[in-house]
C-alpha cells in the first residue's frame, strides 16, 4: 500500500485493455471512484479532471483532505467494458498542519 503525507498531490492512473486481443484500448467512457476513509464515495466521469496521455491509459491528479485509508477503481463502458482491481493508499496526518 503507498503511503502519503496530507495535503500531496498523488496520481491515480488507470489502464484499459482490450482482453480478447491483449492489447490497450480505449472504453467510450472512463469512470474513477474514490472512497474516503469516512466510506464517501465520489465519481468522476466525462467532464471531470480525467486526462487521457494514450490509447487505454488516464490518469487523476488527486489532494486527499483528510487523513486515513483511500481507495479507488476505475471503471471502463461501451467500447471497452472492465473495471480495475480495487487500489488502497494511505494519507498520513501533519503534526504541524491541521486537516
Known sequence: ??????????QLNGTFYN??????ADPSSATLFIESPAGVVTEYGPGSPIVRTGIGVYYMLFVPPSPGEW??????????????KVTRFFVHASDLIAA
Do not use: E, H
Not at 481507495?71 to 480495475?84: D, N
Open 1 to 10: 500500500m503507498n503511503k502519503y503525507q496530507i495535503d500531496t498531490q498523488i
Open 19 to 24: 482482453v480478447g486481443l491483449n492489447v490497450l
Open 71 to 84: 481507495s479507488y477503481q476505475w471503471q471502463g463502458t461501451g467500447a471497452v467494458i472492465a473495471t480495475s
